[in-house]
């Protein structure tokens, strides 16, 4: 009867759809695991396929290479320790989100998942079956029960697998961020030792996917709950842990506990690993971005600077003759902080000629907010022209705030490829930006200190589109606006709490008919990183035409 177990966990990123490729990072995990003398290397859930595959995992020809490419690892790996690893199954007419164990040259157990999530971003029920729950596995006479991700989130498995003779649990994960998710877990796992007896060991994957951020931060608990292994967010890993088997059944062997961020940082890293790994696995190198002197512009450039370097980043002016000396100053600056390249493009002319063309058909009519669009969508075509023509994405700078009341034009500060703060609220855009100033990691590409100035932060925000603009002009003080946004769509909340709440009912009234009439603009923005469990896209899914409002009756709001 074997006494000591040496589980090997790789926390590694993978790539959807690039089965070759994750195949070889499993390969190289269990060559690891081999050299340390392992007897078993677990990846994370879905890993041959990446996650989230969403409806390409439905996909005939592309399930079925997935589970060759694992029948393939299986024989690759015949000579060493056992080798877990997620994928998808087939069994009779369903397909299953399954983890499979392989030894000895074959596959030698495949346990399906049974509880599928269906909620958030998650659309599980859509993809796969609902496998049963058996018996665990046996690794070198060890029996082992893997709770496959929300499996583990649920009581039953987890009892039904100690029952049945379990002496340990693996639970393998593909669990995205979100702000306070990583106590959750460890809540969940805690709870699934005390009520099992047994040891647990939860392995999950890390880096960006779309909108979605793996954080890894795998762990292994004794039983009782306690700590014995913390691996790092953010980062790939590979560890070993060491279970003894005792009087009172299995233990692992206490080790390193990795450092684990507060939710500033948290947010932070998130967004230089999301837009990190978005323009890899899409296959850029470069970005640029339109730096305004603003706040928002100067933490995304910043952003984009500790993601890829400075080398790889330009910033370009576009000023109008609305454009204030100081926001001309302080774009300079925040480029010169951070070493990028510095562009000034001034649209004036391009104005001026666009307003001639169209003066014939606006004749008769006062200027608006059309012609402040034209600047803004004049902007957009030159940095999508220069976008083009080097290569390089543009990023989009509008916050969480500004994303929700529809403060941005469509076709002009709205295009790009991607946008790192799309779930930031103004209000924590200002404190992102005193945290960066005070602190560097060595994950970050850019360079240490106040790479932001004091005044950028500190200045009133202004769109500068037409003399003296404030977006107080046009909507309620940020702190304000964050926390009647914060209960209607974070907290999904209604205009009665927003009232209870303190707030003026008028001005949620306003905020929930901007939030309404701008889900059209939400619809074709670029994705952004996901930071909270109620971020703009999968986790909010509202029609683009809604005559809804909360008032009493549930009526339609008067045109």
Same mark, same amino acid.
């Given at each position: 009867m074997a006494e000591r177990f040496r589980l090997t966990l790789a926390q590694l990123n993978p790539t959807v759809g690039d089965l070759p490729g994750n195949a070889a990072r499993a390969r190289a995990a269990w060559d690891e695991g081999r050299a340390a003398g392992a007897d078993l290397v677990a990846l994370p859930e879905m890993f041959i396929t990446?996650?989230?595959p969403q409806d390409l995992v439905m996909k005939p020809a592309f399930h079925q290479a997935a589970i060759a490419a694992i029948g393939a690892l299986a024989r690759d790996c015949a000579d060493g320790p056992a080798l877990a690893i997620g994928g998808p199954a087939l069994d009779g007419v369903g397909l299953?989100? #399954? +983890?499979?164990?392989?030894?000895?040259?074959r596959i030698t157990a495949r346990v399906l998942k049974h509880h599928l999530p269906n909620e958030t971003v998650f659309d599980e029920q859509r993809l796969f079956a609902s496998g049963q729950v058996n018996g665990p596995y046996s690794v070198g006479g060890v029996r082992i029960g893997s709770p496959v991700c929300e499996d583990g989130w649920h009581p039953d498995v987890a009892e039904t697998l100690a029952e049945t003779g379990a002496e340990m649990l693996l639970v393998p994960n593909g669990s995205p961020h979100y702000r306070e998710k990583m106590a959750l877990r460890q809540n969940h796992m805690v709870a699934r030792v005390?009520?099992?007896?047994?040891?647990? #060991? +939860?392995v999950n994957m890390v880096g960006g996917q779309d909108d979605q951020v793996f954080d890894g931060g795998s762990f292994v608990l004794n039983p009782g709950g306690a700590l014995a292994l913390q691996l790092p967010m953010f980062e790939e890993a590979v560890a070993q842990v060491d279970f003894e088997r005792g009087e009172a059944g299995w233990h692992a062997v206490p080790g390193a506990l990795a450092h684990l961020p507060?939710?500033?940082?948290?947010?932070?890293n998130a967004m230089v690993l999301a837009l990190r790994d978005y323009l890899r696995k899409a296959g850029f190198g470069r970005v640029l971005l339109g730096l305004s002197g603003g706040v928002d512009s100067a933490i995304v450039a910043t952003i984009a600077v500790d993601a890829l370097g400075a080398g790889n980043v330009r910033c370009v002016m576009l000023p109008s003759e609305y454009t204030s000396e100081a926001s001309l100053g302080d774009a300079r600056a925040v480029a010169e902080n951070l070493g990028c390249r510095y562009d000034t493009v001034p649209i004036s002319a391009g104005r001026a000629a666009i307003t001639d063309t169209l003066a014939p058909l606006f004749e008769g009519l006062a200027p608006d907010i059309t012609e402040e669009n034209i600047q803004s969508r004049l902007r957009g075509l030159l940095l999508m022209a220069l976008s083009n023509k080097f290569g390089e994405m543009l990023l989009t700078t509008g916050n969480k705030s500004e994303v929700a009341v529809g403060y941005a034009t469509i076709y002009g500060d709205m295009a790009g490829?991607?946008?790192?703060?799309?779930?930031?609220?103004?209000?924590r855009v200002f404190d992102i930006c005193r945290w960066r100033n005070a602190h560097h990691r060595s994950w970050m590409r850019g360079p240490e200190g106040g790479v932001i100035p004091e005044q950028v932060i500190d200045?009133?925000?202004?769109a500068e589109l037409r003399a003296d603009q404030k977006d107080s002009d046009?909507?309620?003080d940020y702190p304000v606006l964050d926390a009647i946004l914060h209960i209607l769509v974070d907290q999904d909340g209604s205009i009665a709490d927003c009232v209870a709440a303190g707030h003026d009912a008028a001005d949620a009234r306003r905020?929930?008919?901007l939030l309404y009439i701008s889900e059209y603009k939400r619809f074709q923005a670029a994705p952004g990183t996901r930071l909270s469990d109620r971020a703009f896209w999968l986790d909010r899914r509202y029609p683009i035409v809604n005559r809804w409002r909360d008032r009493p009756g549930g009526g339609a709001e008067e045109s």
């Open positions: 990446g996650y989230n299953y989100n #399954a +983890y499979y164990v392989l030894q000895g040259g005390v009520e099992t007896g047994l040891p647990l #060991a +939860y507060d939710d500033l940082e948290q947010d932070y490829g991607y946008n790192p703060i799309k779930d930031l609220y103004k209000t200045k009133p925000p202004s046009s909507l309620p905020v929930e008919h």
